[in-house]
């Protein structure tokens, strides 16, 4: 593919695919996998990794109260709100190389390009690399972007992980600082514009050959815990028709959330992930089974009806299994729109540099949508080979990564000379 060469600055695409690759080598894996959780030693090796990075940048780095790394350059007007860029560099177990490292990264090189072209921004510059997106041993996730809004439930340092770790104590191992969480949270006037560049995770963009995606909406989703009560009895004398297997139900409930999404159309995604079978012996019919079951849609009725046909389901499958079934909802992230000005603005950085785009839903949650509480935000995709991601095989191409952080710069530029709209 042809890029055209404007005049505004490049990327140093060399120096960019080696930092995704040092950042990648920090919790390998055999196997090609990166296991660097939030607050463990490899996050808090990948932190100062980054640090160093921002450093190198000229950016003045600092660790706010929520644990989110953050690299500031300052801008040429006196006030004005920040143009932040961001991501998360933690992963979870035996996950990639790309996922939320290249965003942080390529905010970092834009930033020292910048530096190095000698271009003063009118707005201030901050790149942050947001503390726990995916929730390590049984955390919130997206905690340092709830900081970060302003928006931590109340008590949230003094939940206990799933070790009984108390998040007050992880958030110290990382330079956080439970007692003054509220000093992390940004006020809207501060933020001109959230962008958030980051891999596919999905393969839409690799089946149209398009190198660039501009997000539309992020998909919002809920967790729904699911348990099943029978009664446990003899397998080798309890006879099939007087059974309450507890397992039966499940059985029926996975295959039910899966229709609510392939056949019936409820939702975009429906999965049951987690089944945990008590008592768990090969010679006892079960008596209880719990279930992890996910909603994800870019609609939040869609999420509503999806909860509303699983009580449905719930409900027969109990009549016909003679089971009890329990549906409680839990944690949610709304969807959220990324803001239709950034889009546009993306959709031209792109046109630009000779790029062609694809506009598309982000299937995948991002701190974007819990930042876009107080700013507007957009995202920038690049493709995901074989949408593989979370995964030892995610891959995007040197090419991809250096184009999206051209996209990227290009729509910094453009966005730092668009007068602000007071919010």
């Given at each position: 593919m042809t890029v055209l060469q404007g005049t505004r600055p490049r990327v140093n695409a060399g120096r960019l695919v080696e930092q995704v690759a040092g950042l990648g080598a920090i919790g390998a894996v055999p196997g090609g996998g990166v296991t660097r959780l939030a607050f463990t030693p490899g996050d808090v090796e990948g932190r100062a990794y980054v640090a160093r990075l921002m450093e190198e940048a000229a950016l003045a780095v600092r660790i706010d109260a929520a644990g989110n790394l953050i690299g500031h350059r300052p801008g040429a007007?006196?006030?004005?709100?920040?143009?932040?860029?961001?991501?998360?560099?933690?992963?979870?177990?035996?996950?990639?190389?790309?996922?939320?490292?290249?965003?942080?990264?390529?905010?970092?090189?834009?930033?020292?390009?910048?530096?190095?072209?000698?271009?003063?921004?009118?707005?201030?510059?901050?790149?942050?690399?947001?503390?726990?997106?995916?929730?390590?041993?049984?955390?919130?996730?997206?905690?340092?972007?709830?900081?970060?809004?302003?928006?931590?439930?109340?008590?949230?340092?003094?939940?206990?992980?799933?070790?009984?770790?108390?998040?007050?104590?992880?958030?110290?191992?990382?330079?956080?600082?439970?007692?003054?969480?509220?000093?992390?949270?940004?006020?809207?006037?501060?933020?001109?514009?959230?962008?958030?560049?980051?891999?596919?995770?999905?393969?839409?963009?690799?089946?149209?050959?398009?190198?660039?995606?501009?997000?539309?909406?992020?998909?919002?989703?809920?967790?729904?815990?699911?348990?099943?009560?029978?009664?446990?009895?003899?397998?080798?004398?309890?006879?099939?028709?007087?059974?309450?297997?507890?397992?039966?139900?499940?059985?029926?409930?996975?295959?039910?959330?899966?229709?609510?999404?392939?056949?019936?159309?409820?939702?975009?995604?429906?999965?049951?992930?987690?089944?945990?079978?008590?008592?768990?012996?090969?010679?006892?019919?079960?008596?209880?089974?719990?279930?992890?079951?996910?909603?994800?849609?870019?609609?939040?009725?869609?999420?509503?009806a999806a909860l509303a046909r699983l009580a449905e389901a719930a409900a027969e499958v109990a009549g016909a299994t003679g089971t009890r079934v329990t549906v409680v909802p839990g944690a949610r992230t709304s969807p959220v729109d990324c803001d239709a000005d950034l889009r546009e603005l993306i959709a031209r950085a792109s046109a630009e540099q000779g790029l062609p785009y694809h506009r598309l839903p982000s299937g995948a949650g991002h701190d974007a949508q819990i930042v876009a509480r107080i700013a507007p935000v957009g995202m920038i995709f690049v493709p995901s080979r074989d949408g593989v991601s979370h995964a030892p095989g995610e891959y995007t191409a040197p090419e991809h990564l250096a184009w999206g952080a051209d996209v990227l710069l290009t729509a910094v530029l453009m966005r730092d000379a668009t007068p602000d709209i007071k919010r």
């Open positions: 007007v006196p006030g004005a709100p920040a143009l932040v860029l961001g991501s998360h560099i933690d992963t979870v177990p035996d996950g990639g190389a790309y996922d939320g490292a290249y965003g942080v990264l390529a905010g970092v090189e834009v930033a020292r390009t910048l530096h190095e072209e000698g271009v003063r921004l009118n707005h201030p510059l901050a790149v942050v690399a947001f503390c726990d997106e995916e929730g390590a041993h049984g955390t919130m996730g997206m905690l340092g972007s709830h900081g970060f809004a302003g928006v931590l439930p109340p008590g949230a340092a003094r939940v206990l992980d799933d070790r009984g770790i108390p998040v007050a104590d992880l958030l110290a191992a990382v330079g956080g600082d439970a007692e003054r969480l509220a000093e992390a949270a940004w006020s809207p006037r501060d933020i001109a514009a959230y962008l958030e560049l980051h891999i596919e995770q999905g393969a839409v963009l690799e089946r149209l050959g398009v190198p660039i995606g501009v997000v539309e909406t992020i998909t919002g989703r809920v967790n729904v815990s699911v348990t099943v009560d029978g009664v446990a009895g003899h397998a080798g004398t309890t006879p099939m028709e007087h059974r309450a297997d507890a397992l039966d139900g499940a059985a029926r409930l996975v295959l039910a959330v899966r229709a609510i999404a392939a056949d019936e159309r409820v939702v975009l995604r429906a999965t049951t992930g987690t089944c945990a079978v008590e008592p768990g012996m090969w010679n006892v019919v079960p008596g209880r089974v719990r279930l992890g079951v996910e909603f994800r849609d870019t609609s939040a009725g869609a999420l509503e």
